[in-house]
Structure formats: C-alpha cells, structure tokens
C-alpha cells in the first residue's frame, strides 16, 4: 500500500510519486527490474545531448520545460542508486573489501560537460520566467548544482554495482573519490519535502524532485573526482553503495546466482500462450426478474460515504512523477471529465460501515432482520475474516444467511444486485448491499489510475416487495471473460508496476464498446414489463452508468446511438469508484435534482477481468438517506488546522541550504 499523507498546509502529497521506492519482492529478474526502470525513468527522460539539442534548437519557449528537462535527467541518472541503494561516503581505509553486500559505483567521465553545463546555464538566465521567477530560480540552483558538478555519463550505468573486491579487481574501473567529508552537510528531510509548498502546482512538484535529487548526494560535490583504485589514499573517501533493504539484496542474489532462492525466478512471466476467446453455445439471456423469482427486490434505503479529502487535478499535478509526461489540471479534466476525486485515510471497511449503519436507519431496519450481507468491492485489504464478516459483526448481527464478498469491480452493483436477488428468495427478508472502494493507497506512481480513482461507499437496504406487488428490478443481467487483452486491462497488483493497480487504456476502451453494443442489443430486443408493445430500451428514462471516464464514455455513447443527455455523469466530483460509482451516483442523481420522482433507471456497468452487467430499476428518490460526512482524520499527525500555525515555505527551507 502506498497511502498518501496530508502535509502542514492541509494539502495531499502521494510520496510514492517522488520518493523513487520499489517493491524488489516482486521482481524476480534484471529484465522485469530494466522495464520498470524504462518505464519510470527512462521513457520520458532526456540525456545531457538531448538537452544540449534543444538549447541550441531554440526549443524552451521558458524555464518550466528547461528545468523539467534537468529534474527527469537527474533521476534518470540517479535511476539505480535511488530505487536500490544507500550511499555512504566511507574512508578508504575503513572499507571492507570482501563483503557481498557493500558496492562501488564504476563510473564513465563524462564527455563534453563543461559546453553542456555552460550551454544550460546561458540558456536558462535568458529565458522568461514561467511563472514565477523567485521559485524557478531556487529550482534552477538545486538542480543545476548537481548539473554541473556530474562527473560520469549516464547511459552506461550498470544496474548492480560491483562489490569493492570485483571493482578492486577491474582494470581501469573510475569510482567517486573525495579527500574529505562533512557528516553535517545539509539535506532534506523527508518532512521537508512532504511540506515543500509553491502556489503553482508544477513548481511544487519541481521543487520536490529538486530536493529528492538534493538528497542524493550529501557531500561537497565540488570536490568530488573520479579516480581509480591505485590513485586512492588511506584517508580519501568514497561512496559505498548499500543494499536500500533486504529485498533488495535479496534481487541482487538472485540475479547473480539463478536457482538460489529456490525457484526459478525467470518463469514468473512467461507469456502466455495465444488463446482463442469463443462465443457461448448460446447467448445468456438477461433475467426478467418479476418471471423468473417468486420474491421480488424493493429497495427501501441508499446511503452513501465520500472519502473525506478532496483531490484535486492541481493536487496531482503538484505530485507529478519524473516518469509523467507534462499535462495540466484543464487537460485532466478534459481527457476525463473529472475535475477531483475523493480520498480517505480511513480502512475501506470504516467507510462500509458508516455507509451500512445510514441505510439501516434510513430504512428503519433493526440489525435483527437483516438476513444476507454481500459486500462487493475489488480493493479490500482485508482477507478473513470478509468485510461482509466483519460487518455482520460489528452491525450485531448474531447470524445471518450468507455474509459474502464478491469481486466484480466496476460491474459491481449489478453483480451485487444479482446476488442480494437470489439471497432474497431464500431468505424473505431484507439483505444489506455494500459497494465499497479504496483506490488511493493503491495507484504509486501511475498517472491514469492517479487520475481516475477514488475512494467511496455505498449500501443500500433491499427487502421483498409485499406479495403481489412489483419490485424496483425489473432487469438484471452480468457478464465476464472475453478477449485475453480485454480480462487483464486493469490489473491489481501489478508486478509489472511495483504492485501498483494499472490501467490499459485502449484495451479498457474496447471492452466498454463491446458491452455496451451488447447491453443495447438486449434492451432492444426485450419488451417492457408494464408496457409489452415498447422494448425496455424505450422505457429507459434515465441512464446512470459506470462512472469510468466521462470523455470516454460519451464518445461510445455517442457512437451507441445515446445523446449526452439521456446520461448522469458525477464522476467530475468523484472520480471512478468502480463497484461503489453507479449507486453513489445514483444518490448524486437524487440530491442534484435530476431524479425527482420515481424513474426507471439503465445501470450499465464495466471493467477489470471485463466483467460487465446493469440493472434496469425503479428508483424512488424517498430511499436516498441524508449524506454522512465524516470528519478529516489526521495524516502521519498533521492536520490542515496546523498549517496556520506551522510558518515556514519552500523558500525559508532553501535559505538553510545557502541559497
């Protein structure tokens, strides 16, 4: 889990995104280590060339896309020593030699440095400031301090340095060298950067990489050489390299020696084999729920909790990862149609339960006749006992039927509808709906899942109608499966991204155009309920889908035949919170006034491991339950409320480094 934390000015900052920390657990192999490096590091990066390039091309129109230019090269260069190592300036006579686990970088001098350094510099005096000059001069001098004092190149870096004795061992083989070194000499703290703070989102996160990349040489640069093992004396330093932690010593092992943990590690991701996606014998056809049950669903209460912090598209543009590429809060929104999403620092199953305790009162249900509880959520941390067990519990509830989680993702109500509707026939009793997510811990460092996800709950109370009257579900229908690209379009955890939740965006887009164009076909052709002479497509008076990415879905809508505003859209305010989306947004619908009596709603929803499925029901706005609002938790024991108190800015934090 990767939580975020609340810093002194009361404002979200995702350390994964800055911090460069990997989990080498999940990796089994240098070529699975050098993708994710490629990734995060290297794609987006320029070389010092490259950047030379662009100097004398005229290319920086100003000093934002120059200094972003130097911060994505300096963690490209710092790509292996800031996701494995500790460096530790050590005297060279207090070096152990013959240690496995104490390295030495072996560095190439770096060619034509002084044009480049000069060029950069030039360069940057002479363009226009970006926004605001004061903060991209503190940038500019962190940044170009460690610019013009690189002394290697850094494309032929090697990922596992040599220990001291096969570097002692090398020919020729150039390290860092210092004649001195001041233990006290100034860096950053982690607090420090958490609470770097800046009026304009990008020069925020600028300033982060800025005092990360700081960090990652604590000592007199200027002084610093590069020298082989015979022109090093007892009492010079240089920079040992140590293992961050044991997983990554434990990567380091088993790069060097296969076979020794046991396993063989290069099987881990061996591709799979092609494979043919084939049709069903026969359609599934979607169930007529008055034909096909004897008990029918009435809903009787929907409540809803939002994570209690709001993010921003500035909050994420002040987090930008280096692996980013540039793009602004506006070209958030417009990409996909979310404008902020909401956070929580609290346990999934404390949303869950704040949402179940607002539907049972709204539906003046005792904990006594609850039969059933399914709870349906795709990111929950917790295993045994099920957050449907522990709800049962904590809701004192002696027993129940079934108390069950259900992974079905973004297609989460209508699965859960599914399966409260089987339990209902059984049970003849009210049975507890939860819908709940929380992606935020969850994204690292991937910026379309940082852009999208939210945190947020939903339970809705569902009793059996009284016998002969209808129920609110007059359709439900679920899907799963399809192409192989389609099932692993969204994966979590991701090995691949450090455990982090991925998201494949042309792959997620063709499941959605495939279940919609199904979902239609069968509206379409099953007749209405009350009205047989008009299809259930025509009895549609509202449709509230999966709230994925408002751009996207507009467009397929479009496509489909749907206009803009037969569709309810939250997601601006919310962000995608899979299971949880329709039902809160279902609740939005009410409290925004468009749902003002009771209406039939088209509930489509879609996702991971392509699960697909909608209900077509009856909401009467007289079920939805006053809002439950819970208050803002402090983060690692800061709060908002300190910021007034705290004092201090970026520009009090570079002051004590001279600048």
């Not at 005792?366 to 059933?372: C, L, N, R, Y």
Request: with cysteine; hydrophobic share 45%.
């Amino acid at each position: 889990m990767k939580p975020f934390v609340i810093n002194r000015y009361g404002r979200l900052v995702f350390p994964a995104n800055f911090l460069g920390d990997l989990d080498f657990s999940v990796l089994g192999t240098l070529e699975q280590f050098a993708a994710v490096i490629g990734r995060d590091f290297e794609a987006k990066a320029p070389t010092g060339t490259d950047i030379l390039a662009r100097v004398e091309s005229g290319a920086y129109p100003g000093r934002f896309e120059l200094l972003r230019d130097l911060g994505q090269n300096l963690y490209w260069v710092n790509r292996y020593a800031i996701t494995m190592f500790d460096k530790r300036p050590t005297r060279w006579r207090d070096l152990a030699r013959h240690r496995d686990d104490v390295f030495l970088p072996v560095l190439t001098p770096w060619e034509d440095s002084e044009r480049k350094v000069a060029a950069v510099e030039q360069a940057f005096r002479a363009l226009p400031a970006t926004w605001d000059a004061g903060t991209e001069d503190r940038v500019f001098d962190l940044l170009f301090a460690l610019f013009r004092t690189k002394l290697h190149h850094a494309t032929e870096l090697p990922a596992i340095k040599p220990t001291v004795a096969e570097f002692l061992a090398a020919p020729g083989a150039l390290t860092f060298v210092m004649p001195e070194y001041d233990p006290d000499y100034p860096v950053f703290r982690t607090e420090d950067i958490i609470d770097a703070h800046e009026s304009v989102p990008e020069l925020e996160a600028l300033m982060r990489w800025a005092m990360v990349l700081h960090n990652q040489y604590p000592w007199d640069r200027s002084r610093t050489e590069l020298r082989g093992a015979d022109g090093i004396g007892d009492d010079d330093f240089v920079v040992a390299f140590h293992p961050r932690n044991r997983d990554v010593m434990a990567f380091i092992d088993r790069v060097k020696s296969p076979g020794r943990a046991g396993q063989d590690a290069t099987a881990r991701n061996e591709p799979a084999e092609a494979i043919v996606a084939v049709a069903p014998v026969t359609p599934y056809p979607p169930v007529r729920v008055a034909e096909a049950f004897a008990v029918q669903p009435r809903f009787e209460a929907l409540a809803v909790v939002r994570g209690e912090h709001v993010c921003g598209n500035d909050d994420v543009i002040r987090n930008a990862s280096p692996s980013w590429s540039p793009m602004s809060a506006g070209e958030i929104a417009a990409k996909t149609g979310i404008e902020q999403r909401r956070y929580t620092s609290r346990e999934p199953e404390e949303l869950a339960l704040a949402a179940a305790r607002a539907a049972l009162a709204r539906s003046g249900r005792s904990a006594a006749e609850i039969g059933a509880i399914v709870v349906s959520s795709c990111t929950s941390n917790r295993q045994i006992p099920s957050t449907a067990c522990w709800l049962s519990g904590e809701l004192g509830l002696l027993q129940t039927h079934a108390s069950v989680d259900m992974v079905a993702a973004c297609a989460g109500l209508p699965y859960g509808l599914a399966e409260v509707i089987r339990q209902l026939q059984e049970v003849a009793r009210p049975v507890l709906l939860v819908c709940v997510e929380k992606f935020s811990d969850k994204i690292g460092n991937v910026r379309p899942s940082r852009m999208i996800f939210g945190d947020g709950a939903a339970a809705m109370v569902i009793g059996p109608a009284p016998a002969g009257q209808a129920g609110d579900v007059a359709v439900v229908q679920t899907y799963a499966s399809g192409p192989h690209s389609e099932v692993n379009s969204i994966i979590w955890p991701n090995s691949e991204f450090d455990g982090d939740i991925t998201v494949y965006g042309p792959e997620v887009k063709a499941l959605v155009q495939r279940y919609l164009a199904q979902m239609l076909g069968e509206l379409g052709a099953q007749p209405d309920p009350d009205q047989p002479e008009r299809t259930l497509l025509e009895s549609i008076e509202l449709i509230v889908p999966h709230q994925a990415n408002k751009t996207m879905i507009l467009n397929l809508a479009g496509k489909a035949g749907l206009s803009a505003g037969q569709l309810y859209f939250n997601v601006e305010k919310m962000g995608n919170v899979s299971a949880a989306s329709i039902p809160i947004a279902v609740f939005d619908a009410v409290r925004d006034g468009v749902i003002t009596r009771p209406t039939r709603v088209f509930a489509p929803g879609f996702g991971a491991g392509a699960v697909g499925g909608y209900a077509v029901m009856r909401i009467d706005p007289a079920i939805v339950a006053d809002e439950v609002v819970l208050d803002i938790k402090e983060d690692a024991g800061r709060s908002a409320a300190a910021a007034q108190s705290a004092g201090g800015t970026s520009d009090d934090i570079h002051a004590a480094f001279g600048g």
